[in-house]
């Protein structure tokens, strides 16, 4: 069975912080690896990796994967009170009856205080 | 396009009631799943669609029902309601291809709350 797992599940900083959030996973059979934020309502989607140690970037947002470790992180540098959310790690089974399945970890809630 | 549309937003059942949550996608995709969340938790699968007509059972699927008549919508049934069913219900939808990764990527409606009395 396929298991993602967040670290740290919450994490109080202060705005201008940097954050590392981390997500370690055990697929039998690896396709990607993506990141969500949630805030109020629905998730929406930040990042989808693939590959080992090329880093996917979006302003103040990066996050980059290691296949051999199996495990991703996402960096947030200079955080503002707009970061505060829940961030989602999930993999994506390649093979067989999992295809087309998310499996999700259970999220780390970041708050961010001015 | 509207995307994922899910109603009700909210809604408060009595033990032993029933209900069905709506999902609809107006953007063609053929995989369609259901989700909850819990307090502090991250998203559990209940159901998923790969298609009209075809379902299966994800990793919490005791208590619920769903259905796939047509591409666009996955209603999700509750029948005979309970506390443990109080939660937020996510709809979401994809159109994954095996030749195309960035096709993994899931879409999510904007979520149901629901509370059992």
């Known amino acids: 069975e396929d298991k993602v797992v967040q670290s740290p599940l919450s994490l109080v900083v202060h705005e201008g912080d940097t954050v590392t959030l981390n997500c370690s996973y055990e697929v039998t059979n690896f396709r990607s690896l993506l990141w969500y934020k949630q805030e109020k309502k629905a998730p929406t989607f930040l990042f989808m990796l693939?590959?080992?140690?090329i880093e996917k970037k979006s302003g103040r947002l990066s996050s980059i994967l290691d296949k051999k470790e199996l495990f991703s992180i996402l960096n947030i540098t200079a955080t503002q009170t707009g970061d505060s959310a829940i961030y989602l790690c999930a993999v994506k089974n390649a093979g067989g009856t999992s295809y087309g399945k998310l499996t999700f970890g259970q999220g780390t809630i970041l708050t961010v205080h001015p | 396009n509207a995307g994922v549309t899910q109603t009700p937003k909210f809604r408060i059942l009595k033990i032993g009631q029933s209900m069905t949550l709506q999902c609809t996608q107006d953007?063609?995709?053929?995989?369609m799943y259901w989700y909850r969340q819990d307090p502090g938790m991250g998203l559990k699968l209940i159901y998923y669609s790969v298609g009209a007509g075809i379902t299966d059972k994800g990793e919490v699927p005791n208590g619920y029902n769903v259905s796939r008549s047509t591409t666009e919508d996955f209603p999700l049934r509750l029948e005979l309601a309970a506390p443990s069913q109080t939660s937020v219900y996510f709809c979401?939808?994809?159109?994954?291809?095996?030749?195309?990764?960035?096709?993994?990527?899931?879409?999510f409606g904007p979520g149901t709350r629901l509370t059992v009395l």
């Open positions: 693939t590959s080992s140690g």
């Open positions: 953007m063609n995709h053929n995989y």
């Open positions: 979401a939808s994809s159109y994954p291809r095996r030749e195309d990764v960035s096709t993994d990527t899931q879409y």
